[in-house]
Structures are given as C-alpha cells and as structure tokens.
C-alpha cells in the first residue's frame, strides 16, 4: 500500500451524521484522488485534486466535500446529504502532470452507516 | 469520453494453467493503459503498464499483457496461475485530453479464481 495512509480502517456511524475520512500521503505526489468502491461497481471517482487549495468533483460528488491544505493530506468527508454511504473508500495519489503514471492506493476505510 | 470494459465478472483457471483477464477500451487519444490487482479488503496494487513502444508488457508477479491497438485491447495475462492470484483485477486507462487530464477511468473488474 506504498506511502498512503487511510484512517481508520473501519468506521461505524448512524444515519445522519457527517463523518471525514482520513487520508495522507508522503510520496511527495502532487496529485489525490478519492473513489468509492461498491460490489461489482469498480471503482468510481469522487474527487480529485492536482495541486493544493484546488480540487474538482469527479463523477459521484454529490454528498461529499474535500479539502486540500496540505500537499500530503486530502480528507474526505461524507455529509449526511449522501444517500446511500456505507462503502470501501480508496484513496490514491500520483505525480502530477504525467499520464504515464499509475496511482498508489492507500489500505481503503470501509464505512458503515446505519 | 474515455471507458474500459472488462467482460467477464469471474474467470475461473485451474493452479498451473494459463490465466487471461479481458480488457477493451475506448478512448480519443492515445490510451495508457494500467492493470491494477486488489485482495480482499486491501488497496489496489499496480501491476503493469502500457505507454508506447513494445506491445507486450510485462510486469509483476509474472504477469504480462498485450496492447492490441486494432482490438482496441489490453488483456492481462498469465501463463502459470497459482491459487495466490485468486483476486478482484482492475483495468484502467487514461487519455491525454483536455477535459480528463488526471482521470483514471476503472473497469468493474474481474474476480480471479484459482483452484489447486
């Protein structure tokens, strides 16, 4: 799982609270991702940011918010707003500005909304 | 836009035999092309990648794929499996576009199943 920490690995919450997911990086990677992974859905992105203080929604946005403060951090948090939460968040990171590179995955956080 | 399709939700090998998880793709650009491998409840591990040059690739843990631009193609494969490679495999790509520069574009995946 390289450089890339996800806290906590398993997270429990009840409906209709917001919750941030941890994510830090010390690759030096300019580049951060956040998917969602649901069974026989692959991997869908939710954010992702190139350069600290931006970042862009991906394709599933809706119900969550990110920050980007730091270069090695990127939490993601999942807003009561988002229907249907409990899922494996993977967060990921590459250097930036090169598609010829893969991305480094973190361990993942699986949460669990009830 | 970019997207990749992985067509078989589960390919089912015997330890010791040749092991292939399909891969096509569509892209408007010229694709790079990546082969992720994740075990349960972990992140997702790089395996290989195609840029340019050579259309075979080989990578880790044995694994090698073909690039087959014609077939717009990228299938992973392996000619001995073994039960560790009994996992969920990724396909992804991305293209050098404007409008998804930093996008990685994931298939749903192959579940591999290898009996001893």
């Known amino acids: 799982d390289g450089g890339i920490t996800q806290s906590p690995k398993y997270l429990f919450r009840k409906e209709g609270q917001n919750v941030t997911l941890s994510c830090e990086q010390n690759?030096?990677?300019?580049?951060m991702y956040w998917y969602r992974q649901d069974p026989g859905q692959g991997l869908r992105l939710i954010y992702y940011?190139?350069?600290?203080?931006?970042?862009q929604k991906g394709d599933i946005a809706e119900g969550y918010s990110v920050s980007r403060e730091k270069k090695e951090s990127f939490p993601l948090t999942v807003t009561s707003a988002q229907k249907n939460p409990t899922a494996f968040y993977l967060c990921a990171s590459s250097i930036r500005g090169a598609e010829v590179n893969e991305q480094y995955f973190g361990p993942g956080t699986r949460l669990t909304v009830t | 836009a970019q997207s990749v399709a992985q067509p078989e939700d589960q390919v089912n090998v015997a330890e010791g035999n040749p092991l292939t998880v399909k891969c096509t793709y569509s892209v408007s650009g010229n694709p790079y092309l990546f082969w992720y491998v994740q075990y349960p409840n972990r992140g997702l591990q790089f395996l290989l990648k195609y840029i340019t040059g050579d259309n075979l690739v080989k990578g880790s843990y044995g694994f090698e794929a073909e690039f087959n631009k014609s077939q717009t193609s990228f299938h992973l494969k392996k000619p001995s499996a073994l039960v560790s490679d009994s996992a969920l495999y990724f396909c992804?790509?991305?293209?050098?576009?404007?409008?998804?520069?930093?996008?990685?574009?994931f298939g749903a995946g192959t579940q591999v199943v290898v009996t001893p």
């Open positions: 992804a790509v991305r293209a050098l576009t404007t409008d998804s520069w930093g996008k990685f574009q």
């Open positions: 940011s190139q350069i600290v203080n931006d970042f």
């Open positions: 690759l030096n990677h300019d580049a």
